[in-house]
């Protein structure tokens, strides 16, 4: 996707200003970036635990692959208001409305294509640390486009108070997941809902024990 440097600098210099809080104030602690790849699609798929995680990922990334964008659909809510529907949106969110949203899911594949998206594939927080079950729509999200999936792992955010200072967070960002064999099957909600489990299995697997 076609992005004018003006905004990707603007992006950049967004995530620097986020970046000074959650791991310079703060011990936001990021491993394993150098498994996502630096071109190509690529769905980054997440645990969910904290409203931190939409500009601490993006931080996380942005940080060691500066000047690219990391895509991320959110709640329609969030762009009530106009100027932070438009911070929002500058900094690669995008709205989707509750239960089943179309034009929402052909822009996640579309951006699939070629860029980096963020997904949260529980589609909702879980504030006690513990892993939700995954949502069948990633599976076939996973299914139809063929990116790359990174599973990312986050700890620590959920216990997190603002402003706070000290206060520690990891991410893990884990290797490719290999979901060849499931590509080859079918293309039903069995085959999905293997996809994704899978995926909720990376992301576990790299929790704290």
Known sequence: MKVSIVRRLWVLFSCYVVGFYASVLN?????????????????LASNHISGYETVFLPWAVIRHLPLQMVWAPAKEELFTNPFLGGLFRSWGAFPVRRGRDIKAGDNIAHLLETEKVMLFPEGTRHKDGKLGK?????????????????????????????????????????????????????????????????????IGSQLPQ
């Not at 290797?175 to 299995?201: A, G, W």
């Open 27 to 43: 011990r936001f602690e990021s491993v394993g970036w150098e498994n996502i790849p630096s071109s190509g699609g690529v769905l």
């Open 134 to 202: 995954g949502n069948r729509g990633v599976g076939k999200l996973i299914y139809d486009s063929r990116p790359v999936v990174i599973p990312v792992t986050l700890s620590g955010l959920n216990t997190w108070k603002f402003p706070g200072f000290g206060q520690k967070a990891k991410v893990v960002f884990g290797s490719p997941i290999d979901v060849s064999d499931l590509l080859s099957q079918e293309n039903n909600k069995e085959t999905h809902i293997l996809i994704v489990d899978r995926v909720m299995d990376a």
